[in-house]
């Protein structure tokens, strides 16, 4: 039983090639700063670590439980056409993410989503990339879809609705073009369902349990107690389905946790000084590149913490690092769990075939809707 344990949590580590190669960037980044050693925790945004390791468990326990299974069945009887439950998907995703947050949106469709594959011979790892595209063009919108427009929102001082105002136009001509794309990408073509009996049995008490989880852990982040909630999340698991907390992709935490302190070391390398210095001098188009470029290196969320000390938090800001989370998985937090949630290697390819374009869409678009809301 041990071995079997030590197996499952530990051996995925061994596997991650992606952890790997930011350890690696780390060494040698730290190589220039070893002074900075030490101050390795106070990088890493430990809320959000918090915050994703008890979504992560909770969405865990919902699979387990079963209802991903019984959902995903009564979805291909209600719509058997690809493309219709591609296009339904790809939406829910991304008005999920105007009110949810694009991670948290993820969470729920993505699991449902996998769970389709066993069920129909439904082109799953193509449409997990486009709603990953879908919950970084739907969160765009409102001040709470992701965590760089909670920032720019606090910083700029404007209303709920203006702020929603003026990223509207990026938002909808974003989105529009996504549902275009998914609409030629996935054929109008019957789902061919497979007689699969694999998954898990239906277990109510674990979902209700998950579902009364969630509101608790929800309401203890809100009030400042993320990590209470954690704790009771990780006491029921143990008490109701410890397989639960075997079963997380505990490799992607780290992964954050050191893309965290990454980030802070290649910010704080003295060669890059001088570059930031000229920012205020540079030009509207070059703050707008800057800002998209920046994003595609270090996250958006980080780009932006870096740029708002030399831009105003206004629309040009708000539609370049909104934008800069399309193109490398890099650009975006919500990206990098969505392919580590559809386990596998593939997609990680195929992702950027299709979220390139959509940042150069994006970038050219957001430039000339500037004008317009300015």
């Known amino acids: 039983m041990l071995t079997t344990a030590f197996s499952t949590v530990f051996k995925p580590f061994l596997r991650d090639r992606f952890l790997h190669l930011l350890v690696l960037l780390g060494v040698i980044l730290t190589l220039f700063q070893t002074e900075k050693i030490m101050q390795f925790p106070q990088f890493v945004d430990w809320d959000t670590i918090i915050t994703l390791l008890g979504l992560l468990m909770l969405t865990k326990g919902v699979e387990v439980s079963g209802y991903f299974d019984f959902v995903g069945r009564r979805m291909i009887n209600a719509i058997d056409n690809e493309r219709r439950l591609a296009l339904f998907l790809v939406t829910a995703a991304a008005v999920l993410s105007t009110f949810m947050t694009n991670d948290v949106a993820l969470f729920i469709v993505i699991p449902l989503t996998i769970t389709l594959k066993k069920l129909t011979s439904l082109p799953v790892t193509r449409l997990i990339i486009f709603e990953a595209l879908a919950v970084n063009a739907g969160s765009l919108l409102t001040p709470i879809g992701n965590p760089q427009n909670i920032l720019l929102w606090n910083k700029s001082g404007q209303s709920f609705l203006h702020f929603i105002g003026q990223m509207a ?107 930031f210095a000229r920012i205020h001098g540079l030009p509207d188009y070059g703050h707008y590149l800057l800002s998209i470029g920046l994003s595609q290196v270090i996250s958006n969320v980080p780009a932006t913490i870096l740029m708002i000390n030399y831009l105003p938090s206004g629309p040009l800001l708000a539609y370049a690092v909104n934008a800069g989370g399309f193109g490398l998985a890099m650009g975006s937090l919500a990206n990098l769990i969505a392919l580590r949630m559809a386990n596998d290697k593939t997609i990680w390819l195929k992702f950027h075939f299709y979220s390139f374009p959509f940042l150069l869409f994006s970038g050219v678009a957001g430039w000339f809707l500037l004008p317009l809301i300015s």
């Open 169 to 275: 136009p990026l938002a909808l001509v974003t989105l529009l073009a996504l549902l275009i794309v998914t609409g030629f990408c996935f054929p109008s073509r019957s789902l061919k369902k497979t007689a699969n009996n694999e998954g898990y049995p239906f277990q109510k008490r674990l979902l209700a349990s998950c579902g009364v989880l969630y509101v608790v852990f929800i309401a203890c982040v809100d009030l400042g107690l993320a990590l209470y909630g954690l704790l009771a999340v990780i006491l029921c698991f143990l008490l109701l389905a410890r397989k639960v907390l075997l079963r997380i992709d505990w490799p992607l935490i780290l992964v954050f946790i050191v893309m965290f302190i990454d980030v802070r070391l290649i910010v704080g390398l003295d060669v890059l000084q001088p570059v």
